[in-house]
């Protein structure tokens, strides 16, 4: 049980040190992993920056991913058998949602250059690892040296798929319990993080490298 995303980030923080030198950089998932992702960016002295993909949700059972979307790229699982029509429309739809996301939180600035780098990719915890499987997929055609995965909890059926996957170098997870319903079970403190909170988050850590943050939030 971790009391926050903070704590959690301080955890994996130090299971991450082994990987810190120049060429790294810590890859968020907003939005609720930014918290966790500026603690860790913090302690290795890497930059930080986001993942800006968006899954889409089986038509039927919209938590199901069935694939995800970035800004130029969209990837789906081998199983996919949905209607191109369907398809098209959420890929149309997300990819709008996402442009506003990078207009907010980049601020008109570009991604930063992923290639020859070591990439952390950091969420507050994951249920399946369907989205973050499409989300590395996504990543790993910007030609990184290495990428690995640095979550505080997940199930260990997600692990083990995340395990097998040939893009992922490394998985570091704190915590895998049996009995995992979601995410928000194993955190005292959870709630949702806004786009403000999260940029805020983002900027503190790319300016000063040293986050202080407001104890009055509730992050």
């Not at 030198?21 to 992702?37: D, E, T, W, Y």
Request: charged share 25%; proline share 7%.
């Amino acid at each position: 049980m971790f009391k926050n995303r903070m704590e959690a980030g301080s955890q994996l923080a130090k299971e991450l040190l082994p990987y810190k030198h120049k060429s790294l950089v810590v890859l968020a998932i907003p939005r609720g992993g930014l918290p966790v992702a500026a603690i860790v960016a913090n302690t290795l002295n890497a930059p930080l920056d986001i993942v800006l993909t968006k899954k889409i949700g089986h038509p039927f059972q919209k938590e199901y991913a069935i694939g995800a979307v970035g800004l130029d790229d969209t990837f789906f699982l081998d199983t996919v058998t949905i209607p191109q029509e369907y398809i098209d429309a959420e890929t149309t739809r997300i990819r709008k949602i996402l442009k506003a996301r990078h207009e907010r939180y980049h601020k008109h600035r570009p991604p930063g250059n992923l290639k020859n780098k070591t990439v952390i990719i950091v969420d507050d915890g994951i249920a399946t690892g369907n989205t973050l499987l499409a989300t590395i997929a996504m990543v790993k055609k910007q030609c990184p040296a290495k990428i690995i995965v640095a979550i505080p909890v997940a199930p260990s059926s997600g692990i083990q798929l995340l395990k097998t996957n040939p893009n992922i170098d490394k998985v570091i997870c704190l915590l895998t319990p049996i009995n995992f319903r979601a995410v928000g079970q194993f955190y005292e403190d959870f709630p949702q993080v806004s786009d403000e909170e999260a940029i805020q988050w983002l900027e503190q850590a790319n300016t000063s490298r040293e986050i202080k943050p407001n104890t009055k939030r509730h992050i």
